[in-house]
């Protein structure tokens, strides 16, 4: 294993630690913001949601699902990328949006080749 190989290995498990602290120059893909946030608390579901990551990924590899509290996850289409650091999707206006906990599932291949992957959890309903 390449020390190059080995420090993204260590990148990948140490990430959310990382985001405490101001990250070195990894290439692959970790969270660094997103809309809905992590734990946020919303009334409905948006129109639109945006995952924001520190490095420049490949659009045509990565994928957004979109979990509901009960039932089956939901591919969304991703939009064209306007900023290579960014995954953004629509939600159909006609989804049935029940209150409880919903996920964010994304899978994300960064120019490095690596695949990183993970959940940004929100609620439904009242704060
Ligand atoms: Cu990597």
Known sequence: MSRTRLACLLVTFAAPLLLLRPTPAAAHAV???SSPAAAA???ALPGTVTIRFNSRIDHARSR????PPEGEPLALALA???EHTVLEAAIPPSL???AGGWRLR???LAI???ITRGDIPFRL???
């Open 96 to 98: 049935p949006a029940p």
């Open 125 to 127: 309903g009242t704060p």
């Open 106 to 108: 994304w899978q994300v």
């Open 31 to 33: 969270v660094i913001g």
């Open 41 to 43: 608390v919303l009334p």
């Open 64 to 67: 957004l699902l979109l979990v």
């Open 80 to 82: 064209p990328p306007g």
């Open 112 to 114: 490095d080749g690596h």
